[in-house]
Every structure is written in structure tokens, then in C-alpha cells.
């Protein structure tokens, strides 16, 4: 199927490369401006990058009034995301990634995340949008520059840097469900060679759930505030060193879900999901002969997490006038993390007419610590070190013709204890890269064919091997085997034609790509009702496939007006699984089942327009295709489409700005779990619980640029 689709994709590219290029003075007032991509080893142009890669401007992020990262996921073809708490936790990429998170630690998600190089944590919920230039979005395994942070793909957010000139932002935004925001951004030269930027941001919200046992509408609110800060010196021959700072402290309350699935619970003890994170960097640039630079990054990010839930989602006394035939069940549970991580990268990149290269250098050490609160307390630790060399290659065989060879060896230990008695160690070596041919039959149209691998670090399944002595025996012989996790490594082929026609009013991107996962890490619980033990790990004994197709177009209809459309098509399996049946109370294999969190479509398309007198609007939908959200039962999340709009007005420096989101107010679910949990059928109804994505909310933000 992959060769008919690439004979294809051939045929479309010759065909389209038929429309000739059009001359620098012929280009049309209203072409679509270009992009630079500054993910890689090197600043490149978007059209000229290969690999599927979408990034999304200051523009774009500021029109759909998008404040952290889960405002813009919906834009992007093949990218999912896992809530279970007040953001989203992990990030899917072509149905790749992490969906969940409790004792066991998951310092790798599939789907890296990285503010100015700084990673924002383990999970997504520090991915805040705050004086942001754009955001790139790079799929497919990137292990020659990211190693094992990006098995799926990354989010690389770019903010802004100080300008040539003194300049700043102050903005408040004003809505219902209480959101308000406080924004201001302040930067520009300091000297002749330094400059500086500052930017500090607050956003609050009430969320959308309405406790009705507290009286309360704020018990799944937002309270998120970032600081974020650059100082950068330029120096001659392309010297720098930057500088930069983040801060984040996140409050956000977790009371997501009800026994009736709605926007209603009844929870005497709302949850928590808090973040608080310190990071600083400091990059350096430095030529050192010829062509050739030296740029190195030390770097180092500290942070305390606390997740917590009300698990039985009901008050004490809820069966006092009801009949619940085992009576009630009371509980919470809290998971406290603290992290400190330190990395150091440094690479020699060298240019000559023929090739460009690039040698490096990496190193990584992350400390953990835990503390759990669940019908008693428990600890652990777990500490990792990474070690890494890598290299990449571009050749120029001729002017239209490049080669890009990269490989990355990477070495892994760690070690985990906890309160258990629970103590061991492992290391590993693994291996990383990619091969690229990039071909351009004309100066419009981009060809490229990519070979690349990707690995995630194996481990042990802690909660499960640390519950095994307690656990029954019929349990034992399925969690033996699975104490300990593999390696997964990913190998993507990928199929891909970049072009800009029709005068550079219409530009086009399509990938293809087939992925398959060996021993792919799949996540999954078993239930050991009789000791009332619920355990989950990893399960890496089967392998799976992942294929597919990303479109993007634009298309300049007229000066100031233009359409967009980004287009995901997805299909999945996994060869054969065994999990335990909650319906059954057996152990079955699943064989050629879909992977969870992989809709096989999802859309996002609309109108971007300036008028007269610069009004400025979007109209937009998305939507995605249902899909499964684990794999121990067949409980799907459904199938949805939204609408958003927003329209802009700027009078001198100051522009004010209507949005809304989910302009038909419809319920669509997030994430969901399947047990029985509900004490009026004495927890003996296994069903889907959901949690529903963000209701309808509009507002108003006011900016003044100085």
C-alpha cells in the first residue's frame, strides 16, 4: 500500500511541479510569507525542511486566543493528547505516546516538549504560550538531535526574542467561566551587543464543573502564572550567548469526572494538579575556524508536581438515602514528584560547498523523588543518567540533490528503590538515526524519502513488581513475564513533497509514512478483585504498526484573504496483546487491534481574513474520528466536531479582540476509564467514565504595543 501511495504522491508533485515557478518580480503582493524552522541543527526554511513539520505563528496562536499548548493541538494533523488532569498530561503523535501516569515513572514521554530548549517536565501541562514566536511541530522519530526525548516526535516553542528596538505588550482578557488573563512583555537593546526580554503572564479560570455537593463552580479551575526571561549578547563573526529563565507555578484543580458522565459531580474532596517549575539555560555560539562553530547548552530545570483525585467521586454519606448493596467507598489519592535535571550538549557544525556537518556531544542526570498518600504512604527514588554521541551528514550530490545521513549512539542507567524494599538497576546501550534523499525537480517543488529509528529506554514495571508479593496467584505467571519493559525502537518510512504554486498562492505539504514499532510500549491495568489490588505497567511483548497520511494547504484567495486545511489520516495495530478482561475476568489475546488514542482522521480547516481598517478574523473547525482509550476493554471516545472564531480590530497601538471556542457548546470527551465505580450497582458494572473537553467560552482581550 505504501508504494501505490508514493506513486501517487510522485505523480501529484510532477504535476503540480508543472506550474512554473514564478520570477522574483512576478511574485504577487499577497504570496504566503515563509517560514523558519528552528528545531534542527540549523535555522531552515519550511519548504525546504523535509520531514512533516507544522508550526503555527504568533498570528495564528494569538487568533485562536491559545494560552497553553492544548488550544492549539486541534490544528495539527496526527496529534492527539491524554487529559486525566486540568491539562493535557501526554502527547500522541501518530497514535505514539504515553496516556497516563501514576506511581511508575515515565521520564521519556514518546512526545518531547521544550520551551527554548528547557523541557517544561515529564508531561505537557507546563507547555504555557506566553510571549510565543511560533510553535514547531516535527513528527516521526528525531533521534539523531533528541535521542530518546522524542521516540514519536517533538513541540519545540520558540518566544520571542529582544528586538533592535525598545518595545513591549501589556494585555488583559476578560470572559465567562471567570477565565481572566494578565499578560505584559517588555524588551529590546541594553547595549550595543546585549538585549534583554522579560514577559509575565496569569491566567484564571473557573473550569467547567459544577460541584453540586460544595456549592462550588471552581473545583476544576485554572490558576496558572509564567515568567519567562532573555538575555542574549551578540558579538562579532555570529557570536552569542543566551540566557534564558523560566518560571511556572501552575494551582490547577482536578475534579473531572461524575458517575453520569456530565459537567456535575458530587466530590467531597476535589482533587489537584499542580506544577512548579525553575529552569535556566545558557547557550553559546562561538566560530572557531573556517566555517566551523562551536555551540554548547548547559541547562537545568527543577520540579515539584503534585497530582491528586477524589477516587470514588462521591461525598461521604452518599448512600445514606440510597441502596448501595456493598455499601460505599471512600478514598483519595496523591502523588507528590520532585525532579531536578541537568544537561549539557555541545556540537561542532562545519560548512563547506559540499557538505555540512555536525559533531556532538550530550549528557543528561535526572533525580526523582516520590511520595504517594493511598490507604497508606509510599516512596520511591529513581535516578537516570544518559550519555550520548551523535553526528549528521548533508551531502550535496548536486544542486537539487542532497543526502542526510545522522546516528546517534546513546547510553542509559538508572536506578530505582522504594518503600517496598524494591531496589534495581539497569543500563543499556541504544542507537538512533535517519537517512534522507531530499530531490527538487523545480525550484517550487520539494521531493524527499526518509529512513529513520527511534528508541525509548526499557525499564521495570514498579507498581506492578513492588504489588506482586500481595497480589493472587492467579496473576503471577502474566505479571512475571511483564515485570521488566523492553526497548521500544520505531522504524518510519516516510514519503514527502513540499511546493509552493499557483504564484506562491497556494502551498502544499503531504507526507506518507509507515511505522513500525517493535516491542511497542502499550500501556494496561489488571484488577486482582479479590485483593483489591489495581496495577498497571507497561506491556512491550507485542509489536504494532502505524500508517498514514498529513496534508496541509494555504491558499491566498486575494490580498488579506486565505483558506487553510490540515489533514490527518491514520491506521493502527497491534499484532497480538494479552490483557486481563474486566468483563471476563480472564486473560484474552487481541489480535490486529487499533492503538489507543489514534482516530483514523482528524481535520482542522477555515478562513483567515483583513479587512479594511485592519479588522482582522478566523472562522475554523476540527474534529477527529472516535477512538479506543485502552486497551483492557473496548471503550471508545466518540467522534467530534467544533467551531471557533475571532475577529480583531486595531485602533493606534491598541487592538481589541473577540474570541470564542466551541461556538455550539458540544460535549466531547478527553480521556476516559473503564471500571466499576459506582457504588448504587455495588461496584459490580464495569462501564466507560469520561472526562468532556473544554465547554463553549468566549471573551474579549485588549493588547496595547508600545
Known amino acids: ?243 534564558t529563565a523560566m518560571y511556572l507555578d501552575l494551582d490547577n484543580g482536578y475534579d473531572a469526572f461524575s458517575l453520569d458522565n456530565s459537567r456535575t459531580t458530587v466530590t467531597d474532596a476535589p482533587g489537584r494538579d499542580a506544577q512548579h517549575t525553575r529552569a535556566l539555560a545558557v547557550q553559546s555560539r562561538w566560530a572557531i575556524r573556517g566555517n566551523s562553530r562551536l555551540e554548547t547548552q548547559l541547562g537545568w530545570s527543577g520540579h515539584d508536581e503534585v497530582y491528586g483525585y477524589d477516587e470514588d467521586w462521591v461525598f461521604a454519606g452518599f448512600c445514606r438515602d440510597l441502596s448501595c448493596p456493598s455499601g460505599e467507598f471512600s478514598g483519595t489519592d496523591t502523588i507528590r514528584r520532585t525532579r531536578d535535571v541537568y544537561t549539557f550538549d555541545s556540537r561542532i557544525q562545519s560548512e563547506s560547498s559540499a557538505t555540512t556537518s555536525v559533531a556532538g556531544v550530550y549528557a543528561q542526570a535526572r533525580n526523582e523523588a516520590l511520595a504517594r498518600e493511598h490507604a497508606g504512604t509510599f516512596s ?120 509552493d504554486y499557483l504564484k506562491q498562492r497556494l502551498r502544499l505539504r503531504l507526507s506518507l509514512f509507515h511505522t513500525d514499532r517493535h516491542n511497542a510500549q502499550l500501556e494496561s491495568w489488571v484488577w486482582d478483585a479479590t485483593n483489591f489490588i489495581w496495577s498497571g505497567l507497561l506491556d512491550s511483548t507485542s509489536d504494532a504498526q502505524n500508517y498514514g497520511a498529513e496534508l496541509a494547504l494555504d491558499y491566498r484567495l486575494a490580498e488579506g484573504i486565505s483558506t487553510f486545511a490540515n489533514m490527518g489520516y491514520l491506521k493502527t495495530r497491534v499484532d497480538a496483546l494479552t490483557t486481563f478482561d474486566l468483563d471476563s475476568g480472564q486473560f484474552v489475546i487481541s489480535t490486529g487491534r487499533e492503538q489507543a488514542k489514534s482516530p483514523n482522521w482528524q481535520y482542522n480547516a477555515g478562513l483567515e481574513f483583513t479587512l479594511w481598517g485592519g479588522l482582522q478574523g478566523r472562522v475554523e473547525v476540527e474534529g477527529q474520528d472516535s477512538s479506543f482509550f485502552g486497551y483492557y476493554h473496548d471503550g471508545r471516545l466518540d467522534s467530534f466536531t467544533l467551531a471557533h472564531a475571532s475577529l480583531s480590530y486595531p485602533l493606534g497601538n491598541l487592538r481589541i479582540q473577540t474570541w470564542i471556542k466551541n461556538l455550539f457548546d458540544k460535549d466531547y470527551t478527553i480521556h476516559g476509564l473503564y471500571f466499576a465505580n459506582d457504588p448504587r450497582d455495588g461496584f459490580t458494572r464495569n462501564r466507560s467514565y469520561f472526562q468532556l473537553g473544554e465547554a463553549r467560552r468566549y471573551g474579549v482581550t485588549i493588547s496595547y504595543r508600545f
Open 1 to 243: 500500500m505504501l508504494l501505490q501511495l508514493s506513486n501517487r504522491l510522485v505523480a501529484t508533485a510532477m504535476a503540480l511541479s508543472s506550474i512554473a515557478a514564478p520570477a522574483a518580480n512576478e511574485i504577487a503582493a499577497n504570496e504566503i510569507e515563509e517560514i523558519i524552522v528552528t528545531a534542527g541543527f540549523r535555522p531552515s526554511k519550511l519548504m525546504q525542511s523535509t520531514g512533516s513539520i507544522s508550526v503555527l505563528d504568533e498570528m495564528q496562536i494569538s487568533d485562536r486566543a491559545a494560552w497553553q499548548i492544548t488550544d492549539i493541538l486541534g490544528t495539527l494533523p496526527n496529534v492527539n493528547y491524554s487529559s486525566a488532569g486540568s491539562r493535557a498530561r501526554f502527547i500522541q503523535m501518530r497514535g505514539i505516546g504515553d496516556i497516563e501516569q501514576f506511581v511508575d515513572p515515565k521520564h521519556y514521554p514518546s512526545v518531547g516538549v521544550l520551551i527554548d530548549t528547557m523541557e517544561v517536565g515529564t508531561t505537557a501541562n507546563g507547555a504555557v504560550l506566553s510571549d510565543v514566536a511560533q510553535v514547531e511541530v516535527l513528527r516521526g522519530p528525531q533521534g539523531t538531535q533528541f535521542g530518546a526525548n522524542a521516540l514519536a516526535g517533538i513541540i519545540n516553542i520558540q518566544t520571542q526574542d529582544p528586538g533592535e528596538r525598545f518595545n513591549g505588550t501589556v494585555r488583559a482578557g476578560y470572559g465567562n467561566r471567570g477565565h481572566r488573563l494578565v499578560n505584559a512583555v517588555a524588551g529590546g537593546p541594553l547595549t550595543e551587543t546585549f538585549g534583554g526580554r522579560l514577559a509575565v503572564q496569569r491566567l484564571q479560570s473557573d473550569g467547567f464543573i459544577h460541584n453540586a455537593f460544595l456549592n462550588a463552580e471552581d473545583t476544576n479551575a485554572i490558576d496558572e502564572t509564567s515568567l519567562h526571561g532573555k538575555l542574549i549578547w551578540r558579538g562579532k563573526d555570529d557570536n552569542e550567548v543566551r540566557l
Open 380 to 499: 520511591s527514588t529513581y535516578d537516570t543518567r544518559r550519555y550520548a554521541l551523535y553526528g549528521q551528514l548533508d551531502y550535496v550530490f548536486a544542486p537539487a540533490l542532497t543526502l542526510t545521513t545522522g546516528l546517534r549512539v546513546e547510553h542509559f542507567r538508572d536506578a530505582y528503590s522504594d518503600s517496598r524494599r524494591l531496589d534495581t538497576r539497569s543500563s543499556a546501550t541504544y542507537w538512533s538515526g535517519a537517512i534522507t534523499l531530499a530531490y527538487r525537480p523545480l525550484e517550487n517543488t520539494l521531493l524527499y524519502a526518509t529512513l529513520s529509528r527511534g528508541v525509548k529506554p526499557g525499564g521495570v514495571n514498579t507498581d506492578a513488581r513492588s504489588r506482586q508479593p500481595a497480589i493472587s496467584a492467579s496473576f503471577t505467571p502474566f505479571l512475571t513475564e511483564r515485570l521488566q519493559f523492553n526497548a521500544e525502537s520505531l522504524l518510519n518510512k516516510e514519503l514527502g513533497v513540499k511546493g
